[in-house]
Nanobody, 126 residues
Framework: QLQLVESGGGLVQPGGSLRLSCAAS????????IGWFRQAPGKEREGVSC????????FYVDSVKGRFTISRDSAKNTVYLQMNSLKPEDTGVYYC???????????????????WGQGTQVTVSS
């Protein structure tokens, strides 16, 4: 059974850091495009960052560029989202998603992704 499980969310003060993890079971993340999405209260879910299949390209939306970093640990079959200099507007439920593809370019179109995690809450507040 293919499954994604996020962890690492929590409450952090503005300017702080968190590292989200997305652990996969039932498949090898290296052969999948991975996306991180978030949904703030009362808002639609939006894409944050993605990484292409086989360690392909990475992409960040402007609002997180320079602050967030997506990476992968093949030994742990886990993808991470390192989030630094967090702002209150980064608050939301963060989801990882995966799409089986050989394409090394990535995109943040939700409809492309086949598998989704359950989400982890990130709250940035003083």
């Amino acid at each position: 059974q293919l499954q994604l499980v996020e962890s690492g969310g929590g409450l952090v003060q503005p300017g702080g850091s968190l590292r989200l993890s997305c652990a996969a079971s039932g498949f090898t993340l290296a052969n999948f495009q991975i996306g991180w999405f978030r949904q703030a209260p009362g808002k639609e879910r939006e894409g944050v960052s993605c990484r292409g299949s086989r360690d392909g390209s990475t992409f960040y939306v402007d609002s997180v560029k320079g602050r967030f970093t997506i990476s992968r640990d093949s030994a742990k079959n886990t993808v991470y989202l390192q989030m630094n200099s967090l702002k209150p507007e980064d608050t939301g439920v963060y989801y990882c998603a995966a799409k089986s593809t050989i394409i090394r370019l990535c995109a943040l179109s939700e409809s492309q992704y086949n598998y989704w995690g359950q989400g982890t809450q990130v709250t940035v507040s003083s």
